[in-house]
């Protein structure tokens, strides 16, 4: 429902008539649908997971440097991770941070015999595309004498025989590969 049709559903039923109220909603409703589209935007910059105007914003308030060429889906996850890795550095902190990189579940773990962090994907596929931006973040948060490690999860030849028929399996060249798009 548009806003012409909520102001004049409030008015009383001789309005109808009179042709200067219907100018005078008309021109009121367009005003009033561009005052709504306003705040529906402002609203979404308030929040990193929805912003695409006040990027920028968020990133200079974050001290992280701002790249308007990167895709806004990967600008955003680094304003995300900055935002909840502040505080005491904990397994479920280093978690959260990962997860808004990558999207899928991510483990945490630790060896405290070799001094190192396992960051472990689990429901993703390959390497996250903006891992660079997932390493820079956790090196900011993480304890100076850790080490990170990372461990990927790639689509076997077993999980791929439940989908996929040899022949299917023998069509599939590198150049399938190259848009990133799933195959299966």
Known sequence: ??????????LPDYYDEIVEMDTLTATEGI???????DIETLLNESYPETATIFLDRYESDLQIPIEPTKPAVQRRSVIISKMRGSGKVSGSMLKNVAQAYDGGTVDVGVDVSHYTIVITFIDSLGIPPNLNDLKQALEDIKPAHMRLEYKFRFLLIGEIHNVMTLGEIEGITLSNFAGGEPIV
């Open 1 to 10: 429902m548009t806003a012409v049709e909520r102001l004049r559903e409030h």
């Open 31 to 37: 005003e009033f649908d561009r005052l709504y589209s």
